[in-house]
């Protein structure tokens, strides 16, 4: 199983950013799949998540502001992520859940900073 990050950067603060994960090695569609971000000195933390039926759920940090979406037909999921600040400043952690499998991607890092 392999999940791949992308679209990590530099963004100044109120600017947006889009990441995506590809997966493969499992049947993506039966997954749900989230995004989690780590800060220095912090516990990683849910950003959003997306069940394999489309249900949206999102931290209280990011609504408004991210929104997550699914590609099931390309085992991807994608982060939208807007209006940034430079507390969402972190390496970003794709991951899918089946019960009891647990599978994270490697992270992405997304710095906001002007």
């Known amino acids: 199983v392999q999940l791949q990050a992308f679209g990590g950067g530099l963004v100044q603060p109120g600017g947006s950013l889009r990441l995506s994960c590809a997966a493969s090695?499992?049947?993506?569609?039966?997954?749900?799949v989230s995004w989690h971000r780590q800060a220095p000195g912090n516990q990683r933390e849910l950003v959003a998540e997306i069940t394999r039926g489309g249900t949206k759920n999102y931290g209280d940090a990011v609504k408004g502001r991210f929104i997550i979406s699914r590609d099931d037909a390309e085992s991807t999921v994608d982060l939208e992520m807007n209006s940034l600040k430079p507390e969402d400043t972190g390496v970003y952690y794709c991951?899918?859940?089946?019960?009891?499998?647990?599978?994270w991607g490697k992270g992405t890092q997304v710095t906001v900073s002007s």
């Open positions: 991951n899918v859940v089946l019960r009891d499998r647990i599978y």
């Open positions: 090695g499992i049947i993506f569609s039966i997954y749900a």
